[in-house]
């Protein structure tokens, strides 16, 4: 196909595409002039991965380069090779090294260390949420914290999940796409089920509340008595 019909197809402006190829985010199609090349289906799904990434999970361009260029690396072994994509999809900024943020390493330490995680150092994950609990702390709202072992037990279930749906494939490029795919849209569907999870649990709990609150006092007209009717 020619980049018009991929671009009709992908739902992706022509320009865009352009982009993508100088950027390496898609390989070359098959030239068949100085000004013409032909694409195919590879190139098709690529593309729909890359807008994935980028409209859904929110990646930068940059962040989907490295994650591709991660999940295509030759020569690694199925865990190098997920391991490698799933870590190109997290990016943290440069953290504020005061006592919140050391304080808040040593409990993202403690936490693993408690629940038994074999987790690597430089998983860029620990940084991400060591700067969250950080930050709570700074603010003055350490009160989240206390849910700390709750997320964490529910997010191993979630893992579990995951791993196993993932494993039943066999084709190591295909697990490494899929667990790319998985983790950006993943993490949204996480964040949505949450608010809808939190508005069914809240709307029964806060109007069970209201029903237990006591009438208010009947108001007087500052004698200690009723107002008389008029």
């Known amino acids: 196909m020619r980049i018009a019909e991929l671009s009709r197809r992908a739902g992706v402006p022509v320009p865009t595409i352009k982009f993508y190829l100088r950027e390496g985010l898609i390989p070359a199609g098959e030239r068949t002039s100085p000004n013409q090349a032909q694409y195919d289906e590879s190139h098709l799904s690529r593309l729909r991965l890359i807008r994935t990434l980028v409209d859904v999970g929110g990646l930068s361009v940059a962040s989907a380069r490295q994650v591709i260029t991660k999940m295509n690396t030759p020569g690694l072994s ?7 994509a799933q870590f190109a999809m997290t990016t943290n900024k440069e953290p504020i090294e005061d006592e919140a943020w050391f304080d808040a390493l040593a409990q993202v330490d403690e936490l693993i260390e408690q629940r038994g995680w074999q987790v690597r150092a430089t998983n860029p994950a620990k940084q991400t949420l ?5 930050t709570l702390n700074r ?7 206390t849910l700390l072992d709750d ?6 279930t979630i ?3 995951d791993v196993k749906l993932l494993l039943q494939g066999d084709d190591v490029d295909g697990m490494a796409e899929a667990l790319v795919v998985w983790t950006a849209l993943g993490d949204v569907v996480l964040s949505a089920l ?12 806060l109007a069970g509340a209201a029903r237990q609150e006591p009438e208010s006092d009947v ?3 500052g004698s ?4 008389s009717a008029r």
């Open 139 to 145: 603010l003055g709202k350490p009160e989240p914290l």
């Open 219 to 221: 108001v007087t007209d």
């Open 130 to 134: 060591a700067g969250v609990l950080a």
């Open 224 to 227: 200690g008595t009723e107002p």
């Open 151 to 156: 997320y964490a037990a529910a997010a191993e």
């Open 194 to 205: 949450r608010r809808l999870a939190q508005e069914a649990v809240a709307t029964p709990m």
């Open 159 to 161: 893992a579990t999940s």
């Open 78 to 84: 199925v865990l190098e090779s997920l391991g490698k």
